[in-house]
């Protein structure tokens, strides 16, 4: 494979399963210094060791992104650790599912704090040095890519927090984008269908009603993302890829 992102630092969110892990390993195959931010800190040292033992090098970050401080201090982190920043992951999520009339209001807040705003803070604290590493690498440009969901262009019931969310996720990154265009600093959005993680586990009874109009078919694997990030960061500088829609081939609905 061709070491395109070489001599560059990303910073991944939600590194310790599902779609952070796989795109934290894409993005070390490609050359890319990877910072692993997350809360569980044992499997991001697990992953930190995968990474290391096949040349790379990785930085673990353990962090709550839901607290504005916390983010701010895993990206300064990052850049102490590893030297830049040139790529940010926003991969980190949470759903819960079901009826919006007997929700715990709790619930809705986490979904709120992970998905938008630990996304937000996130962003926030990495832009300063991503312009900077846009303004003086050799590359000259650096990646925002932030991960949505089909649920950010469609909503659906027994998600209604979830989606909107993911909505937020999609407005955000295309205000950002136009904000951010003229320094070479990219911002793009991925939009997966039903990808077989870890995000399912919370509600396991909702889900089962949510999904079962959907019928058995084939998902979509942590890796078929992480290669689609993989793809936008490596785009030449003058193309940018906004927004990406990724669904398994039989997910007709939706």
Known sequence: MTRRLEGTVALVTGASSGIGHATALELARQGASVALVGRRE??????????????????VVPADITDSQAATEAVERTVEGLGRLDTLVNNAGLMLLGPAPSADLNDWRRMIDVNLMGLMYSTHAAVPHLAKAAAEAPRQ??????????????????SAVYCATKFGVGAF?????????????????????????????NTPAAVQQFTAALGDIERLQSQDIADTVGYIVTRPRHVAVAELLVRPTEQAAG
């Open 173 to 201: 990154s295309e205000a950002l984008r136009q904000e951010l265009a003229r320094q070479h600093v990219r911002v793009s959005v991925v939009e997966p269908g039903m990808v077989d993680t870890e995000l399912y586990d």
């Open 42 to 59: 044992d499997r991001l040292t697990d992953l930190a060791a995968e990474i290391t033992s096949t040349g790379g090098k990785a930085l």
């Open 141 to 158: 440009v650096a990646d925002i890519v932030n991960i949505g969901s089909l649920a950010g262009r469609r909503a659906y019931a027994m």
